[in-house]
């Protein structure tokens, strides 16, 4: 009976995994289908014409990426969600998209500071790193 409780919570809980992990997989999914559909409108020919669609998938237009002149610049701001995006809200109040949805998701609404470039056609930040913002306690004078 023992052998068989066992057997019945490893499967459920092998499940379960499962299941969360092809949910991650779903929602990371959406969330790069709508940045490219965002960032890549179609592809049109010399003619004007939208790009030939190769059985249901349009072709792939790659993703621009900045120059690699872009000097790098460092943000410090709050993670916050705007839509489909994560976006980088600067502490005088800016709002700047980032192109790393997996990096930015664990640090959403927590004040840290960005590393990367920023295209200025776009005002997308790519990142290079994110790491939290050193919070120091505000010290309070007795007059």
Do not use: C
């Amino acid at each position: 009976m023992k052998y068989a409780i066992k057997r019945f919570l490893f499967v459920g809980i092998s499940v379960a995994l499962a299941a969360l992990t092809v949910r991650r997989y779903n929602e990371d999914s959406e969330i790069l289908a709508e940045d490219a559909e965002a960032d890549n409108p179609p592809a049109l020919d010399h003619s004007g014409a939208q790009a030939p669609i190769l059985g249901d998938q349009p072709a792939r237009v790659l993703p621009r990426r900045p120059a690699i002149a872009a000097p790098t610049v460092t943000f410090s701001g709050t993670v916050v969600r705007s839509g489909p995006r994560f976006v980088l809200r600067e502490t005088a109040g800016a709002l700047y998209p980032l192109d790393s949805a997996g990096r930015a998701r664990r640090y959403e609404g927590e004040p840290v500071r960005v590393t990367g470039k920023l295209d200025l056609d776009t005002q997308l930040l790519y990142v290079d790193a994110i790491e939290p913002a050193v919070m120091l306690p505000r010290r309070i004078s007795a007059a």
